[in-house]
């Protein structure tokens, strides 16, 4: 069968054929160039955003993601060696001479890319386009075998990632994009799941798997209770009401620590963009890409960190779940009412690899080398409203530090 729109955005293309991934690559670089002239429509042409620690200047994460691709495809002779493929071989020269002193960050650490000489929106879009040509050029000679495939698989992947993350840039900005926002969750009763054996980790076939969430690591998971929907509003109020940010045994120490820093500087009474609090409807106003925005109490909580996730599990006399439970729940409880994919999900555990890891070769040319937040990092579940479709996968796994709040996140809690 032919590829299709339809079916380029669901969660098969990571075992995607040259056909899906020639539609696919042409569709996520289209993404990119959309969600750019949106926030350059909002921004000017500079697309400035203030320097933070939690974000990167929207032309440079563009740039970045062609880069990416360039570096491992147009420029790699060694490509069709797929996972095999040594991390600095040799390789050819870019089509944009600085390239690689602009976006690899490995030259371009984080704190200075506010100050790089970067080409304008005009300039970073024919680079896009540039490399996007080079990319489908070389895939339609390539074999349609998974080795050979496996970098431009990663390519879709890695920009999909990156484009959900301009979406979060644009939220910190305000930038409007015209998104849905996910609507009210119908309160269901919490789901009970019997003891299993559980194997956590992608099985070494044809899909493509990140390196930290592949692996084979059988698990015992006793019986459990787990809510059918994450946090809504309405529970979270409660806790807020029942002076939750008050009281400090309900939060880990380093959890504790870090509100009180907050308290020095604004304050914090809330999820990141709260500016309201309705008591007695459980709703709140939060600003959402640059507009004031209702809650409703039967929407699902956002822009939570670990530590007012953890905290809100202790008061409700609960807990977080862990990884494997999240999953079993995703996978077996999909007919009795487990909803997941508006909001990526806390789960318990520190980052840790399964039995089997390997490094990427690629990871540290994309920053998603996990080698020093190992142990420090918490395990993110699931999807959000703002990634695509073909990321919603219950063995996906993202992982951010614990007072990370400025993506789409939320959490739901299991049973002591």
Not at 137 to 147: G, I, K, R, S, Y
Not at 176 to 196: F, H, Y
Not at 331 to 349: H, I, L, M, N, S
Not at 367 to 378: C, F, P, T
Request: include cysteine.
């Amino acid at each position: 069968m032919s590829a299709s729109i339809a079916t380029i955005d669901t969660p098969h293309m990571r075992r995607a054929s040259r056909e899906e991934l020639s539609l696919a690559l042409m569709d996520t670089r289209n993404y990119t160039l959309q969600l750019l002239a949106r926030i350059e429509q909002a921004l000017g042409e500079g697309l400035r955003v203030p320097q933070a620690g939690d974000t990167v200047p929207p032309l440079w994460l563009a740039g970045h993601v062609a880069w990416l691709a360039e570096y491992w495809i147009g420029r790699n002779p060694q490509r069709a060696l797929g996972p095999r493929c040594p991390a600095d071989g040799v390789r050819l020269a870019s089509v944009e001479p600085q390239a690689d002193q602009w976006f690899d960050p490995r030259l371009a650490p984080h704190d200075q890319r506010w100050a790089l000489p970067l080409p304008d929106a005009d300039g970073v879009r024919a680079y896009l386009l540039d490399t996007l040509e080079t990319t489908l050029e070389l895939l339609e000679h390539t074999p349609d075998e998974d080795a050979a495939l496996y970098f431009f698989r990663m390519a879709l992947f890695h920009e999909d990632l990156r484009g959900e993350e301009l979406v979060t840039i644009a939220q910190a900005a305000g930038v409007p994009l015209g998104l849905t926002l996910p609507g009210g969750v119908a309160a269901r009763p919490p789901l009970v799941l019997p003891a299993t054996r559980w194997t956590l980790g992608w099985s070494e076939d044809a899909s493509f798997a990140l390196d930290i969430e592949r692996g084979h690591e059988p698990v015992q998971v006793p019986e459990f209770e787990i809510d059918a929907q994450p946090v809504s509003w309405a529970q979270y109020v409660e806790f807020i009401d029942d002076g939750g940010y008050d009281r400090e045994e309900l939060w880990h120490h380093r959890g504790w620590a870090w509100l009180q820093r907050e308290a020095q500087a604004e304050g914090r009474r809330g999820p990141r963009y709260v500016e309201q609090i309705g008591v007695a409807s459980g709703a709140v106003l939060q600003t959402l890409f640059g507009r004031p925005t209702r809650m409703g109490g039967s929407q699902l909580v956002m822009h939570v960190n670990w530590w007012e996730a953890d905290a809100f599990a202790r008061w409700a006399g609960r807990r977080l779940p862990t990884e494997a439970e999240w999953e079993v729940a995703a996978v077996q409880g999909a007919r009795r009412g487990f909803r997941w994919g508006d909001v990526r999900e806390w789960t318990a555990g520190t980052l840790k690899p399964f039995a089997g890891y390997q490094a990427d070769a690629w990871a540290p040319h994309a920053e998603m080398d996990v080698h020093g937040v190992l142990n420090a990092a918490r395990v993110l579940r699931g999807a959000s409203f703002a990634s695509r479709s073909r990321m919603r996968h219950p063995k996906a796994r993202a992982w951010a530090l614990p007072e990370r709040d400025e993506a789409f996140v939320g959490f739901r809690t299991c049973a002591l």
